[in-house]
């Protein structure tokens, strides 16, 4: 367990901030500056907690919400996408892609499949 004013608990105070701000442009030095951390100490305690650079944890949070529009709202991607922060529709679709290993068109395709096959 760590201290108040130790790495991991800038770190979680950095993450509580993106859940609920990932739609929000960032910057990793405004952050960094959010929990009082030059910013290669704060990459390095980022990294070390999530295994992930605050941009790719970002870009996580972002992804995982798109699906969660598309499958529970049956939302398109397009606007999903829109919704989560890109602001473009082809890096969104890149993006998921390289996440999820299909494009969103399939992976929803596939858990809707999956979903009825459960009913």
């Given at each position: 367990?760590?201290?108040?004013?130790?790495?991991?608990?800038?770190?979680?105070?950095?993450?509580?901030?993106?859940?609920?701000?990932?739609?929000?442009?960032?910057?990793?030095?405004?952050?960094?500056?959010?929990?009082?951390?030059s910013?290669?100490?704060?990459?390095?305690?980022?990294?070390?907690?999530?295994?992930?650079?605050?941009?790719?944890?970002?870009?996580?949070?972002?992804?995982?919400?798109?699906?969660?529009?598309?499958?529970?709202?049956?939302?398109?991607?397009?606007?999903?996408?829109?919704?989560?922060?890109?602001?473009?529709?082809s890096?969104?679709?890149?993006?998921?892609?390289?996440?999820?290993?299909?494009?969103?068109?399939?992976?929803?395709?596939?858990?809707?499949?999956?979903?009825?096959?459960?009913?």
């Amino acid at each position: 367990m760590g201290f108040a004013d130790s790495g991991v608990q800038r770190v979680a105070k950095a993450i509580a901030w993106l859940r609920n701000n990932f739609v929000q442009q960032m910057k990793v030095a405004d952050l960094a500056d959010l929990v009082h951390l030059s910013v290669s100490s704060f990459n390095e305690h980022f990294k070390s907690v999530t295994s992930m650079s605050p941009l790719q944890y970002q870009k996580a949070l972002r992804l995982h919400e798109a699906r969660r529009l598309m499958l529970s709202a049956s939302m398109d991607a397009t606007t999903a996408c829109r919704l989560v922060g890109y602001v473009s529709t082809s890096q969104f679709s890149r993006d998921y892609s390289r996440f999820f290993g299909s494009p969103p068109s399939k992976d929803i395709a596939r858990w809707r499949q999956l979903a009825q096959m459960l009913d």
